[in-house]
């Protein structure tokens, strides 16, 4: 990753705190701009996307980092959770059968 999207992604840390939720996102999209596979800025619009209840883009970018970083075990427990926190919002079973999958695969 570059010091330019370190900086984004501080910046968008800063303005999630503040409870910016929106300008994090902009930011952090603004960093995937310069380099797609920044998985860390795809685990916190996974989670941003959640707190504005926008399940289907939560759970995109969780998986996206997932299939950046398959072997890091953190990223498919955050999976497993996104999917979690999908079907709480939405009530969709196909959220629950994917969350139990993702544990699975996370345990191996």
């Given amino acids: 990753m570059s010091p330019e999207q370190l900086e984004l992604e ?6 999630k705190a ?10 952090l999209r603004e960093a995937l701009e310069i380099d797609e596979t920044f998985a860390r800025a795809h685990l916190a619009l996974s989670v941003l996307y959640n707190k504005t209840e ?18 890091d075990t953190f ?10 926190r999908a079907f709480e919002g939405t009530r969709d079973p196909i959220y629950i059968q994917k969350a139990e999958d993702a544990l699975a695969r996370g345990n191996r």
């Fill in 10 to 15: 501080t910046q968008a840390e800063q303005l």
């Fill in 18 to 27: 503040e409870g910016k939720n929106e300008e994090a996102i902009t930011k």
């Fill in 54 to 71: 926008d399940y289907e883009k939560s759970v995109s970018h969780a998986e996206r980092a997932v299939e950046l970083e398959p072997e």
């Fill in 75 to 84: 990223n498919m427990a955050a999976l497993s959770i996104t999917y979690q």
